[in-house]
Structures are given as structure tokens and as C-alpha cells.
């Protein structure tokens, strides 16, 4: 099993950044990719970002170019986030997907921007 905890949300203006990190511990060899994903109330959760275990990154179109995502190492990831806009208000949450295809969640970080 892999436990995933979020941090660094909070309450940003509009055009302000923020940095989310997420933290695993368990079986951390064993994580292929993480990611972000967030889910606004009302809407669906929707994929952020992901990296890989061999750097590689996919974004969504609404945050490409002004979110970026890194791994630190095996168990350590963090989403820069800067130009934030109101529409990004929501509950962002770490996942993390092992070598056998299961995903595990984190419990998830409120990031609100005021207009």
C-alpha cells in the first residue's frame, strides 16, 4: 500500500502562485507515476499532471504553461502553480499509481483563488 499526504493549499488572489507537495510513504519502489488531479465543486476530478518515474509529464491544456509539475525523488512531488486564476478554485489531489496498475489518492488540498 502507498499513503499519500498533500500539503501547501490555501487561499491565493487572482494572478498569485502557489506550491502543493505530496508526500508517500509505503511501498514507494513501487510507484511508476503521480500526479495531480482536482475536482471543483459541482464538476468531475480532472487530471492536472502527471510525471512519470522517468521524468516524463502530461498536463491538462487549461494549466499548460503556467503549472508545472516535479518529482524529487521516489516518493516527493510538487505542482508549481503561478498566474492562478479563480477557475482553478478546488480540491487538488495527489495520486500516485504502482507497477501493478492500482492508484492510491490522497485526502486533498483546498486551493482557493480570489478574483
Known amino acids: 500500500q502507498v499513503q499519500l499526504v498533500e500539503s501547501g493549499g490555501g487561499l491565493v488572489q487572482n494572478g498569485g502562485s502557489l506550491r502543493l507537495s505530496c508526500a508517500a510513504s509505503?511501498?514507494?519502489?513501487?510507484?511508476?507515476?503521480m500526479g495531480w488531479y482536482r475536482q471543483a465543486p459541482g464538476k468531475q476530478r480532472e487530471l492536472v499532471a502527471t510525471?512519470?518515474?522517468?521524468?516524463?509529464t502530461n498536463y491538462a491544456d487549461s494549466v499548460k504553461g503556467r503549472f508545472a509539475i516535479s518529482r524529487n525523488n521516489a516518493k516527493n512531488t510538487n505542482l508549481h502553480m503561478i498566474s492562478l486564476k479563480p477557475e482553478d478554485t478546488a480540491v487538488y489531489y495527489c495520486?500516485?499509481?504502482?507497477?501493478?496498475?492500482?492508484?492510491?489518492w490522497g485526502s486533498g488540498t483546498q486551493v482557493t483563488v480570489s478574483s
Open positions: 495520486n500516485a499509481v504502482v507497477v501493478d496498475g492500482i492508484g492510491y
Open positions: 509505503g511501498r514507494i519502489f513501487s510507484i511508476n507515476a
Open positions: 510525471i512519470t518515474s522517468g521524468g516524463s
